[in-house]
């Protein structure tokens, strides 16, 4: 791994310093962010005020139009949202935000084995014979053209919203909200739930009815946010860090159930622990278990149901955590037949393709090549594709579509369905689109900060850093170095012992520290003998209502 540090302009720190009154630390941290001087206010400071208006949106007039005809008629309105976190926060926040208005408001969450992804007939049927008029379809539906024509032949009204990029150019058939189409709307990275909440805000905005209720339940659009690894930069900087304020005093009673379950402080949580606690239980309802149930998880009230709900959780984690690790070791070892390669395309009948996707994403990073998986099941290939740098796989099958029965996603991100006997000639065009891509991404590179000793970490540091929060993609974590370090007590643990904690000493003081998936780089025998050069940042944590700083290591190298 190459530690790449950030360079800075004296000047241009000073400058910063002594306009906007900042610590040179913070300062740095922007300007390694490439914020420009004169955006450092808003971004700093960005507050709800600052959100886009939702009716720059084109045809957002006809939506809440709509909408707004459905209350006074009394109309049943039914949220059809994709199985995914993203998909289930957006169908239960615009739920709750159409009953507090009083829209009788119902959700459908598809089941992923049976009927797969997007608006089906299945689900359209189920709608009307429950005298549903109206689906608004959350995080999905830009591609289901021939169900909406259905929904409509049976007198069903069908607004989109989603983020996905769309397939075939006939939106004048289709009532759509997605931000990648508009022209207007100026930011294009929202997730499903961030359009569901544009759209819910446009709604009260054109009623004139109190934001409060819409603000309060932030926290559920947070989530699904960065579930999604949406960008976190402009609106989604403003819905992630307003959510996790929320998130503090959650009118959600199933969060504050989920959180007391994993001894996880609500006044300390950070997108770290949203991505790799929170997301991973809600997802596994959707890739193992009953979908539905993940919407039950926001809506219900009900405290000992909330912890059947996540027991099912856990349970559908566990299955999926096996599910995977298997796929991943079975890949591993083919791939280390391998002598050379540019992506990798594999197929099996023993995969579960609820968690291939998972597992693609893991390949890419580990290999730094695009993956497709492929998971069979009586003669159709369900797969899931994940990218790298400068390789865009949804242009790649947009291009080649012919020979998919369907397909969808995002540039790095996306999935197909396919009859198998086409499979060989989808990997011909597939590889001759990735071999004709300009591949932009250096391998194994760590982007560091600043070098920052241990020594100086404590709670006003630490305070500093929370002003360029919240972190995640287009605003990653802050990485620091510090070297001449000694490791003591070495403890192994996790799956295959692939992690490790520690304590480090420096000039007498001892410093308590994690690294995941970094034990194989620490000797088993002789550690105490050598010292260590490691990239990391300081973190916050709560147990057992006691907190502690903890040094997070992302990378570790032994000192010359």
Known sequence: MYWDYSNYDESQVERIISKHNLSVEVT?????????????????????????????????????????????????????????????????????????????TSYYIPNRMDEGYGLNRQAIDYVNERNGK??????????????????????????????????????????????????????????????????????YKELGEDFKTLYDYLDIVMIGTIADVMPLNSENRIIVKKGLDSLKNTKVKGIKVLLNYLKLSPKEISTTDISFFISPMLNALGRIGRSRTGAEFFLEDDEVKLHSIIEDMKKSNNKRRLYEKKI?????????????????????????????????????????VPVILISLHNNLGKASCRSVSGINIFDILN????????????????????????????????????????????????????????????????TELAKVAPYGVANRHPLFTDKNLKFVRVKRFGVEDKHFKT????????????????????????????????AYYPEKICYNNIETIQIKIKDVKVND
Not at 70 to 77: P, T
Not at 84 to 103: E, F, K, M, N, Q
Not at 509 to 530: H, M, P, R, T
């Open 28 to 104: 740095k941290l922007l300007l390694s962010r490439e914020i420009e001087e004169e955006d450092v206010d808003k971004f700093l400071n960005s507050n709800l005020n600052d959100l886009e208006d939702p009716f720059d949106f084109e045809r957002m007039d006809e939506v809440v139009e709509k909408i707004i005809r459905a209350r006074k008629n009394h109309a049943k309105v039914f949220i059809f949202g994709d199985y995914d976190v993203d998909g289930i926060t957006a169908s239960v926040y615009l739920t709750i935000a159409l009953r507090s208005i009083g829209i009788e």
């Open 134 to 203: 109206v689906i608004i379809t959350v995080d999905t539906g830009i591609n289901s053209i021939e169900d909406v024509e259905y929904a409509v032949s049976l007198g069903i009204e069908v607004i989109i919203t989603d983020h996905h990029k769309i397939i075939k150019d006939e939106k004048n058939k289709l009532l759509i909200i997605n931000p990648k189409l508009s022209k207007a709307y100026k930011f294009k990275y929202l997730s499903g739930v961030g359009v569901a909440f544009k759209v819910a805000c446009a709604v």
């Open 328 to 368: 991943f070791d079975d890949i591993v070892q083919q791939v280390e037949l391998m002598d050379d390669f540019k992506y990798l395309f594999l197929k099996s009948e023993e995969w579960h393709h609820g968690v291939i996707g998972v597992v693609a994403s893991r390949l890419a990073v580990k290999y730094n």
């Open 399 to 462: 291009k080649n579509s012919d020979k998919l029965v369907r397909f969808g996603g995002h540039d790095y991100a996306a999935g197909f369905i396919v009859e198998e006997e086409n499979i060989e000639s989808v990997e011909k065009v597939i590889a001759k689109g990735i071999g004709e891509s300009q591949k932009e991404s250096k391998k194994g590179i760590l982007k560091i900060d600043y070098n920052y000793p241990l020594e100086m970490v404590d709670e006003n540091f630490i």
């Open 503 to 534: 304590f480090i000493e420096k000039n007498g003081k001892i410093y308590s520290a994690v690294g995941f998936n970094l034990a194989y780089k620490i000797a088993e025998n002789d550690y105490e003998e050598k010292t260590y050069e490691i």
